[in-house]
């Protein structure tokens, strides 16, 4: 069973930037899709940005021309840069990776706050 852990959320001020990864537990190959997602207390998870092995991609059009998703190493497959954070992104971000012939696997999330 694959494990995914996101890393390099934290407490930033608006403006500022923080570039979030995605790391497995063992070598990932084969994917299909990448995505990141963000959830606040209360409200539906949303998604954030979205990869297809492809190279095509989809963003929410919140973050739009401010968050970019990037693939990364099979290890790490997948990165969200996230530029000038505004308070209205503080969330918990999950990363989604889709497997070929494996199914969907959820990291347990890294809080992002965007405050000053």
């Known amino acids: 069973q694959v494990q995914l852990v996101e890393s390099g959320g934290g407490l930033v001020q608006p403006g500022e930037s923080l570039r979030l990864s995605c790391e497995a537990s063992?070598?990932?190959?084969?994917?299909?899709?990448m995505r990141w997602y963000r959830q606040v207390p209360g409200k539906q998870r949303e998604l954030v940005a979205g990869l297809r092995s492809g190279g095509s991609t989809n963003y929410a059009d919140s973050v739009k021309g401010r968050f970019t998703i990037s693939r990364g190493s099979a290890k790490v497959p997948v990165y969200l840069q996230m530029n000038s954070l505004k308070p209205e992104d503080t969330a918990v971000y999950y990363c989604m990776i889709q497997v070929y012939l494996r199914g969907d696997y959820w990291g347990r999330g890294t809080q992002v706050t965007v405050s000053s």
């Open positions: 063992e070598n990932i190959f084969d994917i299909n899709i």
